[in-house]
């Protein structure tokens, strides 16, 4: 799927809503998980498990702009 996002953990957290959206294998997906994102320009492949992603979620943003995104990822991982 492509996804547009600002961050490495703003993409994981997009895929994670549009992988429980469609159902693909919502329920084996666990904290140790590993999500891969590559990015299209220039070209990089990163990994992050989805335990680091929910850390990350967890806590505040380093500016009030990062704390909303924040709070905006989280809610719709959790509504799907």
């Known amino acids: 799927m492509t996804i547009c996002a600002e961050s490495l953990y703003e993409a994981a957290a997009l895929a994670l809503v549009e992988f429980k959206k469609s159902g693909f ?5 666990g904290p140790g998980t590993r999500l891969k994102v590559l990015v ?41």
Not at 25 to 29: D, E, P, Q, S
Not at 52 to 59: E, F, G, N, V, Y
Request: net charge positive; charged share 25%; aromatic share 4%.
């Open 25 to 29: 294998a919502f329920g084996g997906v």
């Open 40 to 80: 299209e320009l220039p070209a990089t492949a990163h990994e992050l498990t989805v335990g680091k992603l929910h850390s990350w979620l967890s806590t505040n943003g380093r500016t009030p702009r990062e704390q909303a995104k924040k709070v905006t990822l989280r809610q719709r991982i959790e509504s799907g």
